[in-house]
């Protein structure tokens, strides 16, 4: 069938609020540019380089051969998965939940996209802090209610000050989203850093928060994580501590994820859950069991790897003219600024008015492709993916030393 007339007209006004994610835009052209036989160097995407570790493959491979991967499960986590949950929140963060406090969805991104869709009415107000995860401001979008961002600063470390906080905080405020380590700058608060936040909620008992743990594990130089509801245990009433296998667990293609929330939210999230994807899919769940019960060792052995590219990156862009690089506590990005290369001009004659000219024309001139720091809510500056191999990444840094060495 050919559509005819106005095909806009045709789909959803929702629709008209959002945008294709800019960080799979970026994978998708460099993938396109490099099948086109040109040398691109990607450092868009936000999943680790390292494959799934073997014993979890062998438990999905296990799944499959006994059977147990080949019909419905239970709609948000098969029993096992959800005790293995309820066991790796209390090992690992202090934190008592019940199997039926617990959600399991297809990636952490369905698991935010359910608890954002069954609590947000047009006029609420989901508090921020940028930059963000883009995918973060789009969900709330798409619910019709409104994303309130909390600039931060690069000198405070891109992480939000209390103050800035409790400004932003409204009647209609109805959740904080918080991400720590995050992605895109790599930021992770402290202890005390988390407790000025929690303490603001404490004063606001309307609001309630959504923590974000997905890096948790990937902190450098003997950073502490700690999940805001182990500091302030008075907020596990209002709380949902969302996690997932994506990044520690290099699973982002086995799409699995979960949280932890009062029972009655839970609850809600699995009828929506039901009416949409139904399970997750049933191999990835056992797969996800061994993940949380199996051997640990190989994280910290990505974490050194991952901090030495940390600090490579860090030094080499911070003797790039024009771009200054914070150097983050965890996750796997940097978020260098690229203030100074603004108003010169590129090899191709064009002049960089915005950080989005920036990376065109560093995809054009040297095949690095970055994704722009405005697409998280923070420009001018981009966000570097350090999950690459070490020899490529250095390659990379170099490439960008050469552009902003040209610019004029
Ligand atoms: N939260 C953050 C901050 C992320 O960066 C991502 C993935 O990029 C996710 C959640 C979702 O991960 P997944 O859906 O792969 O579990």
Redesign the pocket.
């Known amino acids: 069938m050919r559509l005819t007339g106005d095909t806009m007209a045709f789909l959803a006004d929702s629709l008209a609020r959002i945008k294709p994610s800019p960080t799979i835009a970026v994978t998708d052209k460099a993938r396109a540019l490099k099948a086109a036989g040109r040398d691109v160097i990607g450092l868009g995407a936000?999943e680790p380089d390292f494959d799934t570790p073997d014993n979890i493959k062998q438990a999905a491979i296990q799944a499959i051969r006994g059977g147990k991967a080949s019909k419905y499960t239970a709609v948000d986590g098969i029993p096992e998965l959800k005790a293995a949950i309820a066991r790796k929140f209390k090992r690992e963060n202090g934190l008592d939940y019940k199997p039926s406090q617990i959600t399991v969805g297809t990636?952490?991104?369905?698991v935010?996209y359910n608890a954002l869709m069954c609590t947000l009415n047009p006029g609420d107000e989901v508090i921020i802090p940028a930059p963000y995860?883009v995918?973060y401001p789009d969900i709330v979008l798409l619910s019709g209610a409104t994303p309130v961002p909390v600039v931060t600063k690069v000198e405070d470390g891109f992480k939000m000050k209390p103050e800035a906080l409790e400004r932003a905080i409204t009647p209609k405020t109805k959740w904080l989203i918080f991400?720590s380590p995050?992605?895109p700058t790599g930021a992770a608060y402290t202890r005390a850093e988390v407790k000025a936040i929690t303490d603001v909620l404490l004063k606001h008992p309307h609001v309630w928060l959504l923590t974000?743990d997905?890096?948790e594990h990937l902190v450098y130089d003997d950073f502490a994580f700690f999940t805001p509801v182990q500091v302030e245990p008075s907020l596990y009433e209002r709380t949902l501590t969302?996690n997932?296998?994506?990044?520690a667990y290099c699973m982002?293609g086995w799409?699995?994820?979960y949280a932890g929330a009062p029972e009655f939210l839970i609850k809600a999230m699995a009828t929506l859950q039901s009416q949409s994807t139904t399970n997750p899919n049933a191999a990835a769940q056992w797969a996800g069991v061994e993940a949380l019960d199996g051997p640990q060792d190989f994280i910290p052995k990505h974490n050194a790897i991952f901090k030495e590219r940390r600090d490579l990156c860090v030094s080499m862009l911070n003797q790039t003219k024009g771009i200054h690089c914070p150097k983050p506590e965890g996750a796997f990005y940097v978020y260098p600024t690229c203030e100074g290369t603004m108003g010169k001009t590129a090899p191709s004659g064009k002049t960089l008015a915005t950080d989005e000219d920036f990376v065109t024309e560093l995809l054009e001139a040297e095949g690095v492709a970055v994704v722009q720091g405005t697409a998280f809510g923070l420009g001018p500056a981009f966000r570097i993916s350090y999950a690459t191999a070490t020899d490529v990444l250095e390659e990379a840094c170099r490439r960008i030393q050469r552009f902003c060495g040209s610019l004029r």
């Open positions: 936000g990636g952490g991104k369905q935010l995860w995918s991400n995050s992605n974000d997905m890096y969302l997932g296998f994506s990044k982002t799409r699995l994820g």
